[in-house]
C-alpha cells in the first residue's frame, strides 16, 4: 500500500515536471492540475497536494518560477521553468574524472557537513567504492558557505554583521586554511579589500541581483600573516628556530625555513608590526632568536626585559 | 523489497535517466549500484512508473520509452530528461571542497584526472583556482605521507613529537589509527607505547615520522575507538590557576574556556582558567601585560612563571 503510494506520487510528480520542461510559456495550476491528470479533484486536497509536488522539486534544486499567465486579467500566477537555469551544463566527465571524483567523495570526510552524494549522482553516480576517509574537514556552518559560494557565482554583493558592524562586501574568493574558512572581497563604502573570518560572520544576507560585479584576476588571497599587516615595506627579519620548533613554526609562521647544517632553521619574515610580531615571536619561548636587523633583535630584548624588571608582585 | 522516499526516487532518477540515455543499455545491476536504487525497486519503478510519465495528452508517442531485456535497460523518447537538474550551490559548493583537498594530497601524475575534472567543475559554478581555494598545510609535508602510509599498510611508526605545553621533544613508538580533525587542527589518533594508553598528536607538532616494517599490535585489553568523551576534560588536569589581567587582555576570556572572570575594584579582570602544561601557561603570559599577575596555582606553577621565562629568552641572546 504505502509503496502504491509512494509510485503514485512518484508518477505524478514526474508528471508535474514534464509538463512544466514542455511548456513554452507559464502553465496555471489549474492547467497542470487538467494536463497532469493525477490530482485530486477536491480544491483544497488539490491545492495541498500541488504545494507539496512543487516543493519537493524546488527542494531538488529545480528553479520553479511564478510569473502571470500571459493575457490573464486579472492575472493568473503561472509556473514555468526556465530550462537554461535547469539543466546542467554538460560537464563532458570522462569516467577517470568521474572516479577522481568519487574518490574524493570517499576519502574527505565533513565532519557534521554538508553531504555530496546527490552532487556525484547527477555527475555519473557512484563507481566501485574506492577509499575510507583520509582527511577530516572540521566542522562548519555549510549553509552560510554555501550562500557565500553562491553569491561568488553569481557577483552578489552581501550584507552581514561582524563584530557589532554592519558590513556590505563584493565577495570575490572563499577560502579554507589553516583549519578555518575565511572569506575575502571589496568592503563599501570605501571599498577596501578586506578578509572576515566565516564563522564570525553572522546575519549573512545575499543580494537578489546578480552580476553586480566584477572579481579581479588574482584577489589576493587570506593574509595570515597580521605582523605584516600595516602600511609600507616591512622590515625584513631573520630568525633562527630550533630543530624543535620547525615543523610548527612552519605553519605558525607561515614561511618557508632554510635548514641549516645542524638542523636548525632560518626563516625570513616581513615585520609591519612589531607588537603582534613579538607575541608570535615569544611562542616560540627560547627555542628561536631574532638573528637581523640588529634593531629588531634589540627592540624584542627591551621588550622582553618588561617581563624580566616587573616590580615585586607582578608575574 | 527495499524502500526510498518518493522524492528520494525522484532525485536518483533525474540523475540516472540521462546517465542510462548516454550509456546504451547498462545492466541494471550497474545502475542500481551507481545510483543507490534498490534493484528490485528499480525494476518495478522503472517499468511501472516512469513507462507511465510524460506531458500531456500521455499518448503513446509522448510516455518515456523503457526497455528492459536480458538484464539491460534502454530509456527513449526522453529528451526532456537527457540532462541532469544543475547542481545546488550546496552540491556544487560541498563536491568542489572536497575535491580541492584532495588535490592537497593526491600526487602529481594520480591527480591529473581530479584536476581537469576540478576545472570543468569550477567552470559550470562560475568559480575558478581565484575564487576558491582550499588548504591544509599540515597534508603538505613528508609527515603526513608516511602517517597515511602507516595507516593504509597497519605498520607501526617511529615519531619525533614535540609537546606544546611541556615544551619537550620525545621519540615514541606509535600503532596509528587513524588521521583526524578536532578544534580546526589535524591529529593522528594512536596507540602510544610510552604512555601504554591511546593519545592524538597534533601533526603539526610530530617533527619526524619514520614507518617501521612492525605491524599494528595493540594490546587487545587496550583496544579502543577513537571518542570525543573526556577528550578535553581539562578539570582532570587539576591546574586551575587564577590570573588578574588588564582589560587590554579580556581577549584570553573569548580565547580559552575559563571557570570564572570577575571585574575588580581597581579595574582589573580576575580569571579562573585550567593550564594544560607549564610551557603553555610561558606562552600565554608572555603575551600578556606584564603587569599581569598570578594570584593562586598549584604548587608547581612559581608565580613568577612570565619572569622565569622572559629570562631565558634573554639569557639566549647573551649566549
Redesign the interface.
Known amino acids: 500500500m504505502q509503496t502504491d503510494m509512494t509510485s503514485r506520487k512518484l508518477e505524478r510528480t514526474l508528471n508535474l515536471l514534464a509538463e512544466l520542461l514542455n511548456a513554452e510559456s507559464p502553465k496555471s495550476a489549474a492547467e497542470l492540475k487538467t494536463r497532469v491528470g493525477m490530482y485530486p479533484e477536491d480544491k483544497a486536497a488539490f491545492r495541498r497536494t500541488f504545494d507539496r509536488d512543487k516543493n519537493a522539486l524546488r527542494d531538488m534544486g529545480v528553479p520553479l518560477e511564478i510569473v502571470p499567465v500571459p493575457g490573464t486579467n486579472p492575472p493568473v500566477d503561472g509556473y514555468i521553468i526556465n530550462k537554461s537555469d535547469y539543466y546542467l551544463a554538460d560537464l563532458n566527465l570522462s569516467p577517470a574524472e568521474l572516479r577522481a571524483l568519487n574518490l574524493a567523495s570517499s576519502s574527505v570526510e565533513v565532519l557534521d557537513g554538508l553531504s555530496e552524494t546527490e552532487a556525484i549522482r547527477k555527475l555519473g553516480g557512484y563507481e566501485e567504492n574506492t577509499a575510507s576517509n583520509v582527511i577530516q574537514f572540521p566542522n562548519s556552518d555549510d549553509e552560510k558557505l554555501s550562500k557565500l559560494f553562491d553569491s561568488i557565482t553569481h557577483r552578489r554583493t552581501v550584507d552581514f554583521v561582524y563584530g557589532d558592524k554592519n558590513r556590505t562586501l563584493e565577495p570575490w574568493r572563499l577560502e579554507f586554511t589553516t583549519g578555518r574558512w575565511y572569506l575575502t572581497g571589496n568592503n563599501a563604502p570605501e571599498m577596501k579589500v578586506k578578509t572576515f573570518r566565516v564563522d564570525k560572520i553572522s546575519d549573512l544576507i545575499p543580494n537578489d541581483n546578480a552580476g553586480e560585479y566584477d572579481i579581479p584576476d588574482n584577489p589576493p588571497s587570506v593574509n595570515l600573516k597580521p605582523w605584516s599587516y600595516g602600511e609600507g615595506e616591512g622590515i625584513e627579519t631573520t630568525i633562527r628556530i630550533d630543530k624543535n620548533l620547525l615543523a610548527w613554526a612552519r605553519t605558525s609562521l607561515d614561511t618557508e625555513i632554510e635548514i641549516d647544517e645542524n638542523g636548525s632553521g632560518l626563516a625570513k619574515v616581513d615585520v609591519n608590526n612589531k607588537e603582534v610580531f613579538f607575541a608570535r615571536m615569544a611562542l616560540l619561548l627560547d627555542h628561536a632568536e631574532i638573528i637581523d636587523p640588529l634593531e629588531m633583535r634589540n627592540e624584542y630584548l627591551k621588550h622582553m626585559s618588561r617581563f624580566t624588571e616587573v616590580p615585586d608582585g607582578s608575574t | 523489497?527495499g524502500q526510498?522516499?518518493?522524492?528520494e526516487?525522484?532525485?536518483?532518477?533525474?540523475?540516472?535517466i540521462p546517465?542510462i540515455m548516454d550509456n546504451d543499455g547498462p545492466t541494471m545491476k550497474m545502475v542500481a549500484?551507481?545510483?543507490?536504487y534498490p534493484e528490485d525497486l528499480l525494476l518495478?519503478?522503472l517499468t511501472?512508473?516512469?513507462f507511465?510519465?510524460?506531458?500531456?495528452p500521455?499518448t503513446p508517442d509522448t510516455l518515456i520509452e523503457v526497455l528492459v531485456e536480458d538484464g539491460r535497460v534502454w530509456i527513449g523518447q526522453a529528451d526532456?530528461?537527457a540532462?541532469?537538474?544543475?547542481?545546488?550551490?550546496?552540491?556544487?559548493?560541498?563536491?568542489l571542497?572536497?575535491?580541492k583537498?584532495?588535490?592537497?594530497?593526491?600526487g602529481e601524475e594520480d591527480?591529473k584526472?581530479?584536476r581537469?575534472?576540478i576545472v570543468?567543475?569550477e567552470a559550470?559554478?562560475?568559480?575558478n583556482r581565484?575564487?576558491?581555494?582550499?588548504?591544509?598545510?599540515?597534508?603538505r609535508?613528508n609527515?603526513w605521507l608516511a602517517i597515511?602510509d602507516a595507516?593504509e599498510m597497519q605498520t607501526q611508526l617511529e615519531i619525533?613529537y614535540?609537546s606544546?605545553s611541556k615544551?619537550q621533544?620525545s621519540t615514541r613508538i606509535v600503532h596509528p589509527i587513524q588521521?583526524?580533525?578536532?578544534?580546526?587542527?589535524?591529529y593522528l589518533y594512536a596507540y602510544c607505547e610510552t604512555a601504554s594508553d591511546y593519545r592524538l598528536f597534533r601533526l603539526?607538532?610530530?617533527?619526524v615520522a619514520k614507518s617501521t616494517s612492525h605491524g599494528i599490535s595493540v594490546p587487545e585489553e587496550s583496544l579502543e575507538t577513537f571518542s570525543d568523551n573526556g577528550m578535553w576534560n581539562l578539570a582532570e588536569l587539576n591546574n586551575l590557576i587564577t590570573l588578574k589581567i588588564t582589560t587590554e587582555d579580556s581577549w584570553i576570556v573569548s580565547t580559552y574556556p575559563v571557570e570564572r572572570v570577575v571585574t575588580t575594584n581597581d579595574g582589573f579582570i580576575e580569571v579562573d582558567l585550567y593550564v594544560t602544561g607549564i610551557?603553555w601557561l610561558?606562552?600565554l603570559?608572555?603575551?600578556l601585560k606584564?603587569?599581569?599577575?598570578?594570584l593562586k596555582a598549584p604548587e608547581h606553577i612559581p608565580?613568577?612563571?612570565?619572569?622565569q621565562?622572559?629570562?631565558?629568552?634573554?639569557?639566549?641572546?647573551k649566549v
Open positions: 523489497m526510498l522516499k518518493a522524492t526516487k525522484l532525485e536518483r532518477l533525474l540523475s540516472m546517465w549500484k551507481r545510483f543507490g518495478n519503478d511501472k512508473v516512469l507511465m510519465v510524460g506531458p500531456y500521455h526532456w530528461l540532462r541532469p537538474i544543475r547542481l545546488t550551490p550546496e552540491q556544487g559548493f560541498s563536491i571542497r572536497k575535491a583537498a584532495m588535490d592537497l594530497i593526491i591527480g584526472e581530479l581537469s575534472a570543468k567543475l559550470s559554478l562560475g568559480q581565484q575564487t576558491f581555494g582550499v588548504d591544509i598545510p599540515e597534508l609535508n609527515v597515511d595507516i619525533d614535540y606544546y615544551d621533544t588521521l583526524l580533525n578536532r578544534d580546526h587542527n589535524q603539526d607538532r610530530i617533527l610551557a610561558k606562552r603570559l608572555l603575551r606584564p603587569e599581569t599577575q598570578i608565580y613568577d612563571l612570565a619572569r621565562a622572559a629570562q631565558s629568552i634573554v639569557d639566549r641572546y
